[in-house]
């Protein structure tokens, strides 16, 4: 069975400060692995895919990068717009023309001015 | 571009109750899904369509029904609504050409509570 988990479940970080969110899976065969942004009340915002071990991919303050058996959103400096739910979703192999994802419950970030 | 619109945004129903909630969307994807995200669960998978007129069934399906007869509509069902289906619900659509790749795009959600 795909899983996805991802820790912590929470974090509250100073502005500045940097930190990392985990994401690790276990699934028959990775075809990509979704990085979203989430903000209350609102539905998930796309921020990156990845495909391959080694790849790395950044976008303002966040980079995101991949192993085998996980992948980690680093945020360098966060700001308090940076505070969101941030979700990671996988699409294994079994998804087949489907292309279905399986999520993780997400990491709750908060940073605070 | 609208993106991805859901309607309506809350709903409050009574056991038993029916309701239809709407997906639309106008980027003219070939698939869409439906989630619902409840505390500590993550987004779960409820049916999905790779194209018009075509539905499948997801991980929690029990309990909806859907329909997609135009392209660009996606409908979900709640047939006697269960105090269990109280839930955030997530409609996401994906142009089906980019392979794996392929990125979903989600709408605002519909927050249902049924009492």
């Known amino acids: 069975e795909d899983q996805v988990t991802q820790s912590p479940e929470a974090l509250r970080l100073q502005e500045g400060e940097s930190s990392s969110l985990n994401c690790s899976y276990t699934?028959?065969?990775?075809?990509?692995l979704f990085w979203y942004r989430q903000d209350p009340g609102k539905g998930p915002e796309f921020l990156f895919t990845?495909?391959?071990a080694g790849e790395e991919k950044e976008k303002e303050r966040l980079k995101a990068t991949l192993t085998k058996k996980e992948s980690f959103l680093h945020i360098t400096a966060p700001k308090p717009e940076d505070s969101a739910t941030y979700l990671c979703?996988?699409?294994?192999?079994?998804?087949?023309?489907?292309?279905?994802?399986?999520f993780g419950s997400g990491t709750q970030l908060t940073v605070l001015p | 571009n609208a993106g991805v619109t859901q309607t309506p945004k809350f709903r409050v129903l009574k056991t038993g109750q029916s309701m239809t909630l709407l997906c639309a969307q106008d980027?003219?994807?070939?698939?869409m899904y439906w989630y619902r995200q409840d505390p500590g669960m993550g987004l779960r998978l409820i049916h999905y369509?790779?194209?018009?007129?075509?539905?499948a069934k997801g991980e929690v399906p029990d309990g909806y029904n859907v329909s997609r007869l135009k392209k660009q509509n996606f409908l979900l069902g709640l047939e006697s609504a269960a105090p269990s289906q109280t839930s955030v619900y997530f409609c996401?659509?994906?142009?089906?050409?980019?392979?794996?790749?392929?990125?979903?795009?989600f709408g605002p959600g519909t927050r249902l509570t049924v009492l």
């Open positions: 980027m003219n994807h070939e698939y």
């Open positions: 996401a659509s994906s142009s089906g050409t980019g392979g794996f790749g392929d990125t979903q795009y």
């Open positions: 979703a996988v699409r294994p192999i079994s998804s087949g023309s489907a292309r279905q994802l399986t």
């Open positions: 369509s790779v194209g018009e007129g075509t539905t």
């Open positions: 699934v028959s065969g990775l075809r990509g």
């Open positions: 990845l495909y391959s």
